[in-house]
């Protein structure tokens, strides 16, 4: 069954806990994502959104790995990266009310660092988004491509800002890094080039718009010359990577764009 089919039946209000092997979260069904994680998790639905995230995670992921979640929102993909294999998640949120929620989950191999990822430190304002609690983005090139999500008068604070060079001397280098940070990845590669230059993951998983894409692939290429557009097919519902330019189409399941940059090929690439 596929979670476009069960959106109207959905429960929309109150909160409900789930177990993983190593820790709970407990999802808010106010949040149209958190109810999707509920479906996935209680019903086995498809969820793609989600559910491409995961397949990247089973197949990226080496037992031991160290990974940097930015963006890692109530920390759900977090505990995806901990049941995949990894021994360390390094947790980067900068919305308060999110970080708090991260903070709950109380696992130590999840480490909640409250900050945006940019290329310098200091403070910054973010935007947040007015429909949901995902998508809040310091980049106003972000709020220009969504209105809709943030409003006709969006809302916005001061938050931290870090590097990801500052996480690295901080917490150690990690081995993989999942970029969620809604149109901060550029930035993120520039406040990266000691840790790219002397220690760079194996692997970076991102999610890219067009407006972003073709300067983010060029940047990286020096250290990860191999680039991949991931896709949940339609019919039997596989991950398959295929060439970064390539187009999205009917036989695959609309997600957001989601890119892998890797040191080496993957056998799994078509």
Request: hydrophobic share 40%; charged share 25%.
């Amino acid at each position: 069954m596929h979670i476009d089919d069960l959106q109207p039946f959905l429960r929309q209000t109150g909160y409900v806990t789930f177990d993983f092997p190593s820790s709970s979260i407990i999802l808010d069904l106010r949040n149209r994502h958190e109810r999707c994680y509920a479906a996935k998790l209680l019903m086995n639905v498809r969820y793609p959104q989600s559910d491409i995230d995961s397949e990247i995670f089973r197949v990226l992921v080496h037992e031991g790995d160290r990974v940097l979640d930015a963006g890692a929102n109530i920390g759900f993909t977090a505990l995806e990266l901990i049941e995949a294999g990894a021994s360390k998640v390094l947790a980067v949120e900068p919305v308060p009310e999110l970080f708090d929620r991260l903070k709950r989950l109380g696992l130590p191999s999840i480490e909640p660092v409250q900050s945006a990822i940019s290329a310098k430190a200091g403070r910054t304002s973010i935007t947040v988004s007015a429909t949901h609690n995902q998508g809040s983005s310091i980049k106003p090139e972000m709020i220009a491509l969504f209105p809709g999500v943030f409003g006709d008068i969006p809302a916005t604070y001061e938050v931290e800002v870090c590097t990801i060079d500052d996480l690295s001397d901080a917490h150690g280098v990690t081995d993989i890094w999942k970029l969620d940070i809604e149109g901060a990845e550029i930035d993120a590669l520039e406040g990266a080039r000691a840790t790219l230059r002397q220690s760079p993951p194996r692997a970076i998983v991102v999610e890219l718009y067009d407006q972003f894409l073709s300067e983010f692939a060029a940047r990286i290429r020096p250290t990860h010359p191999f680039g991949y557009r991931a896709f949940l097919r339609r019919d039997d519902y596989r991950l398959v990577f295929m060439p970064v330019d390539h187009p999205p189409g009917e036989q695959f399941e609309n997600t957001s764009p989601m890119y892998v940059f890797t040191r080496q090929w993957l056998d799994a690439a078509d």
